[in-house]
């Protein structure tokens, strides 16, 4: 199993940047899909991006495409989420998780493992 520790969250005005990291312990992280998602308060749990287990195929939300970037390095146990042009609907808890399904899934459900989440806020 693998444990995401999800950091570099923080306040950021309309239109910046931030990247936030995924750091998973575990020996077996090369063979977990792993994908980002963010809650706002009071709305429901959203797929923000996946990456399969050896990079080669990724997939985004619809708000996200064009905007964010995932990576990640297998060799550090770490998958990336760069996010530019941020907007304040944006703002939200975003949350790392591991799923051991071979396909692509935006289902919250088809993820076995989740990190704490680390907060985004975006000012206008």
């Known amino acids: 199993q693998v444990q995401p520790v999800e950091s570099g969250g923080g306040l950021v005005q309309a239109g910046g940047s931030l990247r936030l990291s995924c750091a998973a312990s575990?020996?077996?992280?090369?063979?977990?899909?792993m994908g980002w998602f963010r809650q706002a308060p009071g709305k429901e749990r959203e797929f923000v991006s996946a990456?399969?287990?050896?990079?080669?195929?990724?997939y985004y939300g619809d708000s996200v495409k064009g905007r964010f970037t995932i990576s990640r390095d297998n060799a550090k146990n770490t998958v990336f989420l760069q996010m530019n042009s941020l907007k304040p609907e944006d703002t939200a808890a975003y949350y790392c998780a591991a799923s051991i399904l071979p396909g692509h899934t935006t289902r919250p459900n088809d993820y076995d493992y989740w990190g704490q989440g680390t907060q985004v806020i975006v000012s206008s």
């Open positions: 575990g020996r077996s992280f090369s063979t977990y899909r």
């Open positions: 990456i399969s287990q050896s990079g080669g195929f990724i």
